[in-house]
């Protein structure tokens, strides 16, 4: 058997049979946050509804729907041939005012940032306020939003803003 028949079979051996930690991957777009930036502590949706969590990752790629490859068995997304690291926070699709650790949700109305204790309206009609110091500005009309439940508290995060706020529910 020559060379080019012998890496033939083998290239037809690696598709047919991929090895397991591959085999699980699969083809998804990110929905939410938009841009898609790559970063540390950033919660992203996928088409399918699940929510993800780039963990240790600091790339700023400014990526708008993305495509990208899931792998959950190896914690990794890939996209644009840039492996990320992530972790699953959530499973399907939340709705809007489920109680839960995750709430998805849009402001009600307009969205200018934060600036110590600003209170979020939210269309599901729960009202948040930030618990932590930061300052923010950043205008979008009705964005949507993600509140995580972690670390004792929760975090907020807002499409199109590049950071999120720890938040307390008053309502």
């Not at 028949?5 to 991929?18: D, M, N, S, Y």
């Not at 495509?67 to 996209?79: A, F, H, K, M």
Request: proline fraction near 4%; charged fraction near 15%.
């Amino acid at each position: 058997m020559g060379k080019r028949a012998f890496r033939l079979i083998v290239a037809v051996l690696l598709v047919a049979a991929p090895c397991s930690a591959w085999a699980s991957c699969y083809q998804s777009s990110i929905q939410v946050p938009t841009p898609f930036m790559g970063n540390h502590g950033e919660v992203f949706q996928l088409i399918d509804g699940s929510l993800w969590e780039v963990i240790h990752e600091y790339e700023y790629l400014y990526e708008y729907y993305p495509e990208v490859v899931v792998c959950p068995s190896r914690g990794q997304i890939i996209l644009g041939g840039r492996a990320l690291s992530v972790q699953q926070v959530g499973g399907g699709s939340v709705s809007s005012g489920s109680s839960g650790h995750i709430i998805e949700s849009n402001i009600d109305g307009e969205f200018e940032g934060w600036e110590g204790e600003t209170i979020f309206r939210l269309m599901n009609g729960q009202i948040w306020q930030q618990s932590s110091y930061s300052y923010l500005y950043h205008y979008s009309y009705s964005p949507s939003v993600i509140i995580i439940q972690r670390n004792g508290g929760y975090e907020m995060q807002v499409e199109g803003v590049n950071q999120q706020i720890r938040v307390h529910q008053l309502r």
